[in-house]
């Protein structure tokens, strides 16, 4: 089956440090990923996306992501985190071909950035 | 370009009531996709819809759900006889084509609570 995980329900950083928050998934065929992020009562942003091509994708805020084949990973990243970064943050994954554009979502991870 | 917008952004209804659940998709946006967020949980896809056609609807339960998107006006997601367990954040997420180049974006949310 198609599946994302997220790890951590919580991730805790200092402001200025650099923050990890970590996506695995399972697909098959070539993964479509995406970084979404939620602020409380609010929709979800896009910050993110992997298609194809290099490895280390570049989004908005300041955030980026690492996907990585063998480890079947994308991990969102960020140098130096910042308060305002505290949100809920959900990978997904497209899955299905053809006219199917559904995405699996993992459960969430809860980023704390304290001052 | 306005983004996504749902309405009502809160809905409360009783036990057996109906619900309906109102989106309209960003300009130039012909897939609609919509996603139901229970407490805790990730959001979960319901239902993929272009103008006029349901493509998608393998996350729909059986009964009491349906949705439509049709052509002039706004998708809507109709929950018939609602129940305790329906109480969640419905979102809806428009994207300008399928596959896995297009982003979606998300609305801002309903959140029904059944009483």
């Known amino acids: 089956a198609q599946s994302v995980a997220q790890p951590e329900d919580q991730v805790n950083v200092a402001e200025g440090n650099p923050l990890t928050v970590k996506c695995t998934y399972s697909?098959?065929?070539?993964?479509?990923l995406f970084w979404y992020v939620q602020y409380p009562n609010r929709g979800l942003q896009f910050l993110l996306k992997y298609i194809t091509g290099d490895n280390l994708v570049k989004g908005s805020y300041g955030f980026e992501a690492e996907f990585n084949k063998s480890q079947t990973s994308f991990h969102l990243k960020k140098p130096s985190a910042l308060v305002s970064d505290s949100a809920l943050y959900f990978c997904a994954v497209r899955v299905g071909s053809g006219n199917t554009g559904k995405l699996i979502f993992g459960q969430g991870t809860t980023l704390q950035v304290k001052p | 370009n306005a983004g996504v917008m749902q309405n009502p952004r809160h809905l409360v209804r009783r036990r057996g009531q109906e619900a309906r659940l109102r989106c309209s998709p960003m300009k130039g946006h012909s897939h609609v996709y919509w996603y139901r967020q229970l407490p805790e949980e990730g959001l979960k896809f319901m239902v993929y819809?272009?103008?006029?056609?349901?493509?998608?609807e393998s996350g729909m339960p059986k009964e009491r759900f349906s949705a439509e998107f049709p052509k002039e006006g706004p998708s809507i997601l109709r929950i018939q006889q609602v129940v305790r367990g329906d109480s969640a954040a419905y979102f809806c997420a428009s994207s300008p084509g399928t596959g896995g180049l297009y982003e979606q974006y998300f609305g801002p949310g309903t959140r029904l609570t059944v009483t």
């Open positions: 819809l272009q103008k006029e056609n349901i493509i998608d």
């Open positions: 697909v098959s065929g070539n993964p479509y």
